[in-house]
């Protein structure tokens, strides 16, 4: 796959992304227009464990041409996650209500469970009501 397609190339960077007030993931990226929605990280067999792609608009995802394991965390429209899919099968998982789907390297995401509150402090995608608690 060409350099052109990883993440650090088609999305725009969001900063760091909290977990429940910890920091899990120092270098997110946003996919928030078409062609990095669609792309994801197909491009992006060398991801780190720090990294991680925040895919908005979005409730379902597959890992078909993935040549790495992949986690995903589903998040609904106020940062709470919805679930979680780690590692992601090949054939994907969906979840209704989710708008926001966040994908790491498998493992990354294992211990984070429904019902926390994600945050991205850079961008402004998900209401933040002060400190973070439990939805």
Do not use: K
């Not at 990883?6 to 960077?13: G, W």
């Not at 910890?22 to 464990?49: M, Q």
Request: positive net charge.
């Amino acid at each position: 796959m060409a350099r052109s397609l990883r993440i650090d190339s088609i999305c725009r960077p969001a900063g760091p992304l909290y977990v429940d007030g910890a920091l899990p993931i120092s270098r997110a990226w946003l996919a928030d227009r078409t062609f990095p929605r669609l792309v994801g990280l197909l491009g992006t067999p060398d991801l780190r464990p720090d990294e991680a792609v925040v895919i908005t608009r979005c409730a379902a995802v597959h890992a078909v041409g993935m040549r790495v394991s992949i986690g995903v965390a589903f998040v609904d429209r106020q940062g709470v996650v919805v679930r979680v899919v780690d590692p992601l099968p090949r054939r994907g998982a969906r979840m209704r209500g989710a708008t926001t789907v966040i994908e790491a390297t498998a493992g990354v995401l294992a211990g984070v469970t429904p019902g926390v509150r994600v945050h991205l402090p850079n961008v402004h995608l998900f209401p933040h009501r002060g400190p973070f608690t439990r939805g």
